[in-house]
């Protein structure tokens, strides 16, 4: 018997084995496909969870840039930055303050160009260390400079870091200690000598006392013991006024309104601006604050200061009295400040630094003593004063005085009592 013959073309069964290839490589590539969609969307993922690290870490250093910037621009020390070029590319406000400058005149100058136009060159080669030496700015501040270098976290050098410290309230305050100190050794010396000179001066005036009787038929010779007896008080009373000086009584503090104690020194002062070419002028505030303090002490401080300022303006001019109550924050005590300025002929600035001396005087006739005793009661006050002057220009005497807490809670408690008195006797 003969075997069939297939009549099945033989290019049928290759299409076939090609579709079957074709299906497997296609399953292969839809197997692939689907590995990679998800690789991809795992990488999505990563890349979106790396972005959101990406995004907060950019608003963390931006947030710390704007902290560092803020804590910059709230230094009392001047800070300038310059890049390796020597190019200044930063700066703080104090900076300008101190300099007097804005910042476009600092940014983009070459560093040392820019401190020697300051007149801030530095010839010593002690930096980085700070200068040893207060320098003086235009704006008049006393300042000392330092240079460091900043480096990277490698340690690589990236450029110029100035500071300028502001010394100029520290070099005050250390003016004040020192004349703190010289004027309690003096005073020291000053009463005990006062007191061996006051013993056998009244002696003299018994003696010529007892004379002045026994002569009171002779007027001629009288009239001499009558000088005697002048003289006598003449220096009792300058003596009296040492022993204010070097011991003032403590002051017995009150509430005194400001404007009161102004008027009664002008009428106790009276006398000299009347024989003067010069006119007063009182700036208070709107509302004058009231002032805690010994309202006799604080008349003879205000007279003197007013007495020395018609004195430094032979030629007339305008003493002006103004008073306001200041304060740096909310925080801080209060304080009053008491100004008298005048339009003199100003203080030398060689004299600034001992015109509190006992003694000392730029005047023929005086006796040097009304300064010092302005000193002597307004420390007695725990107050201070603060004199700026300006040779033919003038001089401004600041008395600053600390208001104290308690006592401003007694008067506001005094305040609220009154007022309601004054609604039980209306309601009444």
């Keep these: 018997m003969d075997q069939a013959v297939s009549t099945e073309p033989v290019g049928a069964e290759l299409l076939r084995e090609a579709f079957r290839s074709f299906g497997t490589a296609t399953a292969a590539l839809e197997q692939s496909y689907r590995a990679l969609q998800d690789k991809v969307e795992q990488l999505d993922l990563e890349l979106s969870d790396r972005n959101e690290a990406l995004r907060l870490n950019l608003l963390k250093n931006e947030a710390v840039c704007g902290e560092l910037q803020a804590i910059l621009e709230s230094l009392s020390t001047g800070v300038l930055v310059a890049d390796q070029q020597g190019k200044i590319h930063r700066c703080n406000r104090a900076t300008t303050v101190l300099l007097g400058i804005g910042p476009e005149k600092i940014l983009g100058h070459e560093l040392q160009s820019f401190l020697e136009e300051q007149g801030l060159e530095v010839h010593q080669p002690s930096w980085p260390c700070p200068t040893d030496y207060p ?71 018994l003696f010529a006392s007892m004379l002045r009787q026994d002569l009171e038929q002779d007027p001629t010779l009288r009239s001499y013991t009558e000088h005697i007896s002048f003289a006598v008080q003449a220096m009792d009373r300058l003596l009296s006024n040492l022993l204010t000086y070097t011991r003032p009584a403590k002051p017995k503090k009150a509430w005194h309104a400001v404007d009161g104690l102004v008027s009664d020194s002008l009428t106790l002062a009276a006398h000299a601006l009347n024989r003067s070419r010069v006119t007063m002028a009182v700036d208070l505030d709107k509302a004058p604050p009231n002032l805690w303090c010994d309202g006799m002490q604080m008349r003879q401080v205000l007279v003197n200061l007013i007495l020395n300022a018609v004195e430094a303006m ?20 209060p304080v009053v400040h008491l100004a008298v300025r005048d339009t003199g002929i100003g203080i030398e600035p060689a004299h600034l630094s001992r015109m509190f001396d006992p003694f000392f005087t730029t005047r023929e006739d005086g006796t040097g003593l009304g300064l010092a005793i302005v000193h002597a009661l307004v420390e007695g006050h725990e107050g201070r004063v603060d004199v700026e002057s300006e040779l033919n220009r003038g001089t401004i005497v600041t008395i600053v005085l600390p208001q104290d807490n308690r006592a401003l809670s007694l008067q506001a408690r005094r305040r609220m009592r009154r007022a309601d008195e004054r609604q039980e006797s209306r309601t009444c």
């Design 135 to 205: 320098l003086v700015t235009k704006t008049g501040a006393l300042i000392t400079m330092s240079r460091t270098l900043a480096h990277r976290d490698g340690g690589q050098a990236v450029g110029t870091v100035i500071l300028l410290h502001d010394i100029t309230d520290l070099h005050r305050l250390e003016e004040r200690l020192h004349r703190r100190d010289r004027l309690a050794s003096m005073g020291e010396m000053v009463g005990r000598i006062a007191h061996e000179i006051r013993n056998p001066l009244g002696s003299v005036e």
């Design 314 to 333: 032979p030629d007339g001019g305008c003493v002006t009295i103004s008073a306001s109550e200041q304060r740096r924050s909310l925080q801080d005590q």
